[in-house]
């Protein structure tokens, strides 16, 4: 396996709560934690890709302004796993999200999960 894969995801009502999780296998474990940046992208249908969130090797974060507040991103190096707490979640955050590692540039990066379903409705 050398893709990252996402899970957690779900259908939730407005102002309910999420965790998802992206989990690097031992293959690329190695390679993730060699100082790479680890991110959250989302796309809606018929959208692009939308940048949500980042964490550096040392821990800093950043966020969108569309999360900022509201989602909280977290990474445990030990077991290779990046996290996303979303809380008050709004009809806006569906989407399909999508973990990746290490930058190459360009906004693009060297590894890429499948992505996990989040729905918001009523």
């Known amino acids: 396996q050398v893709k990252p894969v996402e899970s957690g995801g779900g259908s939730v009502q407005p102002g309910g709560s999420l965790k998802l999780a992206c989990t690097a296998s031992e293959s690329i474990k190695e390679d993730i934690n060699k100082n790479c940046v680890r991110a959250w992208y989302r796309q809606a249908p018929g959208e692009e890709r939308e940048w949500v969130s980042l964490?550096?090797?040392?821990?800093?974060?950043a966020y969108s302004d569309a999360v900022k507040g509201r989602f909280t991103i977290s990474r445990d190096s030990a077991k290779g796993t990046l996290y996303l707490q979303m809380n008050s979640l709004k009809t806006e955050d569906t989407a399909l999200y999508l973990c990746a590692a290490c930058g190459v540039g360009g906004g693009d990066y060297k590894y890429w999960g499948q992505g996990t379903q989040v729905t918001v409705s009523a």
């Open positions: 964490i550096g090797p040392m821990g800093t974060t």
